[in-house]
């Protein structure tokens, strides 16, 4: 088990954000929906690199789900997108959880699990080598791409990937 007891460069929002995910996963839990945290929290949890900033969550479940998720939103006035990409985006201001479809984006990417403890909560969250494979499929998926947003992500996917690639080596 991974414990989060650091702070990204962004503590104040990430203060903020933790507490709009734990909301998410209380609402998952209602649920008896088990997701799974990928994305830049999860790097930050296994590199503790306070120098990077986590500006959102992104968590996975089936996408069969999301529409009983959608429900309770709409029951208790939380905003969402939901986007053609197969993607939940749960909003709140500044602050955005994304759930994503995990017969999707995680089609081919071998699932090991870690379970990461976010005060009193504890979520799964992908293992050190299916999040790196997450990250390389990433980038092997934007490498040809040739807009400058998508440069960008290539760039962000590649820091990340690069960081978790220290801490294993």
């Known amino acids: 088990m991974i414990t989060l007891s650091h702070f990204p460069k962004n503590k104040d929002k990430f203060v903020r954000l933790i507490e709009f ?13 088990t997701p799974v945290l990928s994305g830049s929290l999860a790097v930050f949890a296994y ?22 998720i959608i429900h309770v939103l709409e029951e208790r006035c939380i905003g969402y997108k939901l986007r053609e990409w197969h993607v939940l985006q749960i909003i709140r201001n500044d602050l955005k959880v994304e759930l994503d479809s995990v017969e999707y984006w995680y089609e081919g990417l ?60």
């Open 21 to 33: 995910f734990k909301e998410v996963l209380n609402i998952c839990g209602e649920l008896n929906i």
């Open 47 to 68: 590199t503790e690199a306070q120098e990077m900033n986590v500006n959102d969550v992104d968590l996975s479940c089936s996408e069969t789900e999301f529409p009983r």
């Open 110 to 169: 071998p699932l090991d699990c870690e379970t990461l403890q976010v005060d009193n909560y504890t979520v799964n969250m992908l293992g050190l080598n299916s999040l790196m494979e997450f990250y390389r499929q990433g980038m092997k998926d934007r490498a040809e791409k040739t807009g400058e947003n998508e440069k960008m992500k290539y760039e962000a996917l590649k820091l990340k990937f690069e960081a978790l690639e220290k801490i294993k080596n």
